[in-house]
């Protein structure tokens, strides 16, 4: 039963990213009503988390760190690092663990990097170029959820 409320969650979240990845190529932002649901689904997920015991305040705050300095990041940044980065991060962060988020975030930044070096090298891009985070989000944890199913 644990491991089938596990895989709907983890569908639950690739669905949820792949709404946002398009959102955010198509229209470079993403929207407050998607962030919102979000954010209301990980409330319900982490009351019903206290409910069934499986709640740890400090799992769930380390989870919660990295789109905390995503956040602080695009402050600093003046939104070169997009707000909306930060804040599905801290959506996910409501839903994953620390060791899950990491994972999904460094996959993330491999496969931006990766993407941006190949735009340099052709000349697609410029040094400033601004690429959508979230499509290379659903990416690395769509790659990561298949991987942990072979």
């Known amino acids: 039963m644990k491991d089938a409320v596990e895989k709907m969650i983890l569908m ?12 955010d190529m198509k229209e470079r932002t993403i929207q407050n009503s998607y962030l919102g649901i979000g954010e209301i689904a990980g409330v319900i997920f982490n009351i019903v988390m206290i409910v069934a015991g ?3 305040l400090k799992n769930r705050m380390l989870a919660l760190l990295p789109g905390i300095l995503f956040l602080i990041m695009a402050a600093i940044t003046k939104e070169k ?10 959506v996910l962060g409501n839903f994953l663990d ?7 975030l460094q996959g993330a930044l491999l496969l931006l ?4 070096v190949l735009l ?5 891009a410029f040094h400033n170029c601004q690429i959508p985070f979230l499509p290379f989000l659903w990416m690395s944890q769509t790659i990561l959820w298949g991987i942990s199913y072979v």
């Open 12 to 23: 639950g979240i690739n669905l949820y990213l792949y709404w946002g990845a398009l959102q």
């Open 81 to 90: 690092i997009g707000h909306g980065d930060g804040m599905i991060l801290w």
């Open 113 to 116: 990097m990766i993407f941006s």
């Open 54 to 56: 499986n709640f740890s």
């Open 120 to 124: 340099l090298c052709t000349k697609k």
């Open 98 to 104: 620390i060791e899950e988020l990491w994972y999904i």
